[in-house]
């Protein structure tokens, strides 16, 4: 077994790992990254694409108007107003902060002739703040950061050092303390240790719990399924967002400028659907266009009937091999194509797909997890010594998100659980750390004889897809739930590597953690669609679900009514609005 020690230890080398590890590192923390693949080519920040890859901060240079206030106001009105109102109100104050520093330390984000940022509007945001440089936004804030980690390695006073391809399985908690943590190497199984006093869970979100995602390879949801095993609850876990995206041969967001260009969508049988599913007294056109302005899956406007016909042709088996439908925009004129969808066109041209000539592959796919670990303004679990970023922390997003939060949510936290973690002063101890490992891995070496992980994780993903995403029922839920119980009733005899059958563990229990809080939500509200229950952002649901874990089991508890500030009354009215 491999024996490392540190100040702190991140998992996760994406946008939020990789800010927590240059904050920590400046602080004077040594710090070791542990991540799945290759540090500053993998993870969600550095893979995802879209046309407008955004970053959002209430400058106010597209709108003196617009401000870190009304900034905040959007996150809790389209957050459902189940947001943790502080939470919220942190990103939407620091992320100019966070953003100027991308900017200063080499980002070199688009600008205006006067040299300000440009910002666009983005669904969700009353004011245009979203900021960045089209489908390079997220590699460049991961190539920036890189840099500066390596700055402060050679410059000091603290420093940053990479685990790559490593798993890490589970927390090592003694008390009422985390200690580090335990992992396996991704293709050899080499159980590794690493004693810290500090861990900052950024690993990512649980994508690959769906048929149809946008994720990386490996997102397999480790740092949700390690902090509720270790005690830490997590919140909002039924919000998801879905939006329509290419899965073929590539995966690249479909947000606005498709919808504006008249698209043509059909299922494998030539038929153009989408009307059939537009209800009588909504405009399709109308349907069409909100979907450029909202391109998560929302039930706050017309634009979810496309979601759900699309969703609706692949569920019941007339979409592609790759569970998608056409959309194609081949009949525009060329020169149209080429300057208005100018960015997606030329990055897809880059990849084999001619919007010209070809008709693409999509579907609605998930592509966030709004939920996760519980934190406080200092993205401290409730877990001594553990801390929680981007996706991996929750409260801060609600039943949806604005465009642009999620990257700014990433360098917000991820800067504060650098602080909080440095700050943890304690020395871990790494017997204590490798007896936990060995325990560990010894109850994960159990069995490897049974059906093997890829066909036990295709069965639940398609499951999850169509039970626990864009159309949701109680038997649909249910019929998700009994999927994942059914994997995780596998997992001992599994036949896959050690590593294998972490991660079909980790996606087995998160599948609970969706349906649970999902069946037990019975309303709609933001990214969640119960078609079998009439209420829509039902008061009494203003409420978060919190889930913990109990003898092995996921226990899910609704919280007490969200109390607004003073400064966000009359926000309901803006929600129903």
């Known amino acids: 077994m491999q024996l490392h020690q540190c100040d702190v230890l991140v998992v996760g080398s994406g946008g939020a790992g990789l800010r927590a590890a240059l904050e920590a590192a400046s602080a004077g923390a040594n710090v070791i990254v542990a991540a799945k693949g290759v540090p500053g080519e993998c993870g969600t ?38 947001c943790t109102p502080e939470l919220a109100r942190t990103i939407a104050e620091g992320a100019p902060d966070r953003f100027q520093e991308l900017e200063d330390w080499g980002g070199d984000f688009d600008k205006t002739p006067d040299g300000k940022f440009k910002q666009i509007l983005s669904d969700g945001a009353r004011y245009p703040r979203a900021c960045g440089r089209g489908a390079d936004t997220g590699p460049i804030i991961v190539k920036v950061l890189m840099e500066q980690c390596e700055r402060v390695t050679r410059e000091g006073p603290g420093s940053v050092q990479f685990l790559p391809n490593t798993m890490i399985v589970d927390l090592a908690v003694d008390g009422a303390a985390v200690h580090g943590a335990w992992g396996l190497g991704m293709e050899d199984d080499e159980p590794v ?13 649980a994508g690959k719990l769906f048929e149809v995602n946008v994720f990386p390879e490996h997102a397999t949801g480790d740092g949700y399924a390690m902090a509720l095993r270790a005690g830490v609850p997590l919140l909002n876990f039924e919000f998801i967002q879905i939006g329509p995206s290419i899965v073929h041969p590539i995966h690249f967001a479909l947000s606005g400028v498709f919808w504006r260009l008249d698209p043509r969508i059909t299922n494998t049988q030539g038929e153009e659907f989408i009307p059939k599913y537009i209800p009588e007294g909504v405009d399709i056109a109308e349907a069409i266009y909100l979907k450029g302005v909202s391109y998560p899956f929302t039930v706050r406007n017309a634009s979810k009937w496309v979601d759900v016909g699309v969703f609706t042709e692949i569920a019941e088996g007339r979409g592609t091999d790759h569970n998608g439908v056409f959309m194609s925009i081949a009949h525009q004129p060329d020169e149209v194509i080429e300057t208005e969808a100018k960015v997606p066109f030329e990055h897809l041209l880059k990849n084999g797909l001619d919007l010209r000539h070809e008709a693409i592959e999509f579907a609605p796919a998930v592509q966030h997890f709004n939920g996760g670990a519980q934190v406080d303004v200092r993205a ?17 997003h609600g039943a949806d998100r604005p465009g642009g939060n999620a990257l700014a949510d990433s360098q917000v936290f991820g800067q504060l659980a650098g602080a909080s973690a440095a700050a943890v002063s304690a020395e871990a101890e790494a017997s ?95 990214t969640h669609y119960r078609v079998d229950c009439d209420a829509v952002n039902d008061p009494e649901w203003q409420r978060q679900i919190r889930l913990t874990m109990e003898d092995g089991e996921v226990r899910a508890v609704k919280l007490d009514k969200i109390a607004l500030p003073a400064g966000l009354a009359g926000l309901q009215a803006k929600l129903e609005g």
């Open 380 to 396: 401290a679990t409730p877990l001594a010594g553990l801390f929680a970023a981007g996706e991996n922390a929750g409260g801060q």
């Open 193 to 205: 240790a690493i004693a810290a006093p500090a861990v900052v869970l950024a690993a990512g979100g």
């Open 45 to 82: 920040t550095f893979t995802a694409a879209s046309d407008w890859m955004a970053f959002g901060a209430a400058f106010g240079h597209a709108d003196p108007a617009d401000s870190p206030t009304e900034h905040w106001i959007d996150i809790m009105v389209k957050g459902g107003l189940v």
């Open 432 to 526: 204590v750390v490798q007896t936990i490992a060995e325990a560990g891995l010894a109850d994960l070496s159990e069995g490897g004889d049974g059906r093997s992980v890829t066909d036990i994780r295709g069965e639940l993903s398609w499951e999850m897809w169509k039970g626990a995403s864009v159309v949701r029922t109680e038997d649909s839920l249910t019929a998700a739930l009994s999927a994942a119980e059914r994997a995780a009733e596998q997992v001992a005899d599994a036949g896959g590597s050690l590593r294998q059958r972490a991660e079909l563990r980790n996606l087995a229990l998160l599948g609970q953690c969706v349906a649970i809080p999902a069946r037990m939500r019975s309303e709609s509200r933001g």
